[in-house]
């Protein structure tokens, strides 16, 4: 038996070199669960695994897509549970690893999602922001689903614009579909474990400022500035994810390069905040302590497991 391996945390904890060191152990391959690193010509941001980093493990959703192409969670859904079903045909175990936590929710519960929206309501709401603005595109939002709209920033148009579709689609609020989702928690069994990656708050914040840093000096300017080149809007949602909004933020003349890593560095601190409330609330996931423990002994740790499930299974 090759049960499904999910590894989750905050960002820059270590989730992706536990990956590779599990895979190389269980004769495994990993499936990206990350909503940018799907996108090709996407790298420094979304801090994605080099091919020498790959160390010859196979990886999958990583460089699928052109960044102008949409991507949902409804799709990584279909995707991936094909992807989970192929690797255990070969013989091989699924690992997926991710920190976009809706992704691994749809893979673990029983998510309906709305697959295919409508383009005409996105279309409607589009218009009405390029009529309208900002400012009344999220006043639309409030009336119709006001926590929603307290959750996200007039400035988050997309996800504004989802929230509006989902309301016309369905009549019920985006928050309340959202809320029924937190509590089906489904119990996994022997056939996943489910592993989540911590640390002390202000360790994962010092790797976290370290990781913004390296992406600066790795060329994160110029990466975003030749995609603007290539004739890809600023405004595409994959160019709206942390770091590659910053950089832009730079290039227009927005911010100066030292208020543009301090941003980052803030809104990662943030984003990795929220992603730990996430996982909290899912008490399924087992947590490992990077400081202390090694990847070593992590990585023991969760062989050991995979061998009890399958002598039980046998």
């Known amino acids: 038996m090759h049960p499904l391996i999910v590894i989750v945390g905050p960002t820059a904890v270590g989730k992706t070199a536990l990956g590779i060191s599990l895979a190389k152990v269980l004769n495994g391959e990993i499936i990206s669960g990350d909503s940018v690193q799907v996108y090709k010509k996407l790298d420094i941001g979304s801090a994605k695994p080099s091919i020498s980093e790959r160390e010859g493990i196979p990886h999958h959703l990583i460089d699928v897509l052109d960044p102008s192409e949409p991507f949902t969670v409804a799709q990584f859904q279909e995707i991936t549970t094909n992807l989970i079903k192929e690797i ?6 699924p690992i997926l690893v ?22 005409d309501i996105r279309n409607k709401w589009t218009e009405y922001l390029d009529r309208n603005g900002k400012v009344n595109l999220h006043e639309a939002l409030t009336e119709r689903d006001p926590i929603s709209a307290e959750r996200l920033h007039p400035n988050d148009t997309i996800r504004i614009i989802r929230a509006l579709e989902v309301f016309d689609l369905t009549g019920i609020p985006l928050s309340a579909q959202r809320q029924t989702n937190d509590r089906k928690y489904t119990p996994l069994g022997p056939s996943v474990i489910y592993i989540g990656l911590t640390a002390p708050r202000e360790i994962i914040y010092r790797r976290i400022n370290a990781r913004c840093e390296e992406m600066v000096g790795m060329g994160l300017l110029q990466e975003t500035l030749d995609l603007i080149n290539q004739g890809y809007s600023p405004s595409l949602k994959p160019l709206q994810s942390i770091g590659y909004r910053h950089a832009v933020w730079h290039l227009i003349g927005k911010v100066t390069i030292d208020e543009m890593l301090r941003l980052l560095k803030r809104d990662t601190r943030h984003f990795a905040k929220r992603q730990l409330t996430w996982f909290h609330r899912d008490p399924r996931i087992i947590w490992y302590d990077i400081t ?23």
């Open 88 to 93: 255990k045909a070969r013989g091989r175990t």
């Open 292 to 314: 202390k423990l090694s990847i070593e002994q992590i990585v023991n740790s969760i062989y050991q497991t995979c061998r009890g499930v399958q002598t039980r299974v046998e």
């Open 98 to 119: 991710g920190g976009t936590g809706l992704y691994v929710r749809s893979i673990l519960d029983p998510f309906d999602f709305l697959e295919s929206g409508s383009d």
